[in-house]
């Protein structure tokens, strides 16, 4: 399936969202031309500013509301008239209640705009859907460090949910999401493709890092991920040894961007998934890289020193992805943890934080 080149129009859902916005700047700045779907008019005003700012105006980037991505034939609209698409629009939060509350609008949202791409997107090439690492790993089930691949499914949240309900813990429910959706979308571009022009790719980051271009209104409205990582490297209590050795998987957001708009341009990403993951880490590497810099980037807060005794024998990864196909297939490598720490901390200092 042929890939889109340079000039094209690509319609990136969820676009206020914390990789959408990089995606977008990442296309504007390949050349692209971007229509970009927002749940409510309120949400244009920023980032319409910040693109106008680099000299993207409304001659490259345009806007649709799409105020409820599970109503049949929300996207019908916004697919007339794109190369491709970047389906990014899914809730991302462990706060919740009814399973289906999470998981109906991430797998009805996925599946609407296959099926408007389907209908209405007779230019469309490819269409890239961002999935996570949460429908690649099944947890508890392997030991330590437990290493996964692009083969692997999670086999085990979707049945946790059923059998618990609104029991169900929302970090399983968040898993179970993310896998359903994935699923749906491979089951039905398998059930169209003999009829349909275009191809897809799906992008499975893991926890993503790294410095936010979206709309913050403080730092204590961090997205999710970015709020982990905020309240790990500057906690409220001091962390105990065995908290800064808790060990995570990660990548920059640039460079979970950068693979979105790579699987668009890059032939042989089509029917392929890709692991977004650039290592795993323990929280005491982070405060080792930060303390390192002749300068802290954030001098409004005191950057903790942890435990810098710790030893390499002490540093145990529970997980391990096998993310080589970004290099092979798309053709980057990722930004390194320390970088990602510093420019973090830049942009935080940037906002006045």
């Not at 345009?62 to 389906?87: P, Q, T």
């Not at 323990?282 to 001098?299: F, G, H, M, V």
Request: glycine fraction near 8%; proline fraction near 6%; charged fraction near 25%.
């Amino acid at each position: 399936m042929p890939s889109i080149s340079k000039g094209a129009k690509v319609l990136v859902t969820g676009v206020n969202g914390y990789i959408p916005m990089w995606v977008v700047r990442i296309l504007l700045e390949r050349g692209y031309a971007v229509r970009a779907t927002v749940r409510t008019a309120e949400k244009i005003g920023y980032i319409k500013d910040y693109f106008a700012k680099r000299g993207f105006g409304d001659d490259k980037l345009e806007f649709v509301v799409v105020d409820d991505i599970v109503k049949d034939g929300a996207f019908d609209e916004a697919v007339m008239g794109v190369d491709a698409i970047e389906h990014m629009a899914s809730p991302f939060h462990y706060s919740v209640k009814d399973p289906q509350d999470f998981i109906r609008p991430a797998v009805q949202g996925t599946v609407g705009i296959l099926k408007s791409a389907s209908k209405y997107g007779a230019n469309v090439k490819r269409i890239v859907v961002t999935s996570s690492t949460a429908a690649i790993i099944t947890p508890w089930t392997k030991p330590p460090p437990a290493k996964y691949s692009e083969v692997d499914w999670n086999t085990s949240s979707p049945g946790l949910v059923e059998e618990l309900g609104d029991k169900t813990p929302s970090a399983e429910i968040y898993k179970a999401s993310k896998t359903l959706a994935e699923k749906a979308a491979w089951e039905f571009h398998e059930k169209v493709k003999s009829e349909i022009g275009w191809d897809l790719a799906v992008i499975n980051p893991t926890f993503v890092f790294g410095p936010p271009i979206h709309e913050i209104g403080s730092i204590s409205s961090l997205n999710t991920s970015l709020a982990l990582w905020y309240n790990n490297i500057f906690p409220k209590t001091p962390k105990t040894k065995e908290e800064v050795l808790q060990s995570l998987t990660w990548v920059d957001v640039r460079d979970t961007a950068l693979a979105h708009v790579l699987a668009l341009e890059t032939p042989g990403a089509g029917g392929q998934r890709f692991i977004a993951c650039a290592g795993s880490f323990i929280w005491q590497e982070y405060l080792d890289a930060l303390n390192s810099l002749s300068k802290n980037p954030l001098p409004s807060h005191e950057i903790p020193k942890g435990f810098p005794e710790v030893s390499a024998g002490e540093k145990k990864y529970g997980v391990i992805y096998a993310s080589t196909k970004v290099k092979d297939v798309l053709g980057f490598d990722w930004t390194s943890l320390a970088d990602s720490a510093r420019d973090t901390l830049t942009e935080f200092a940037a906002r006045g934080w």
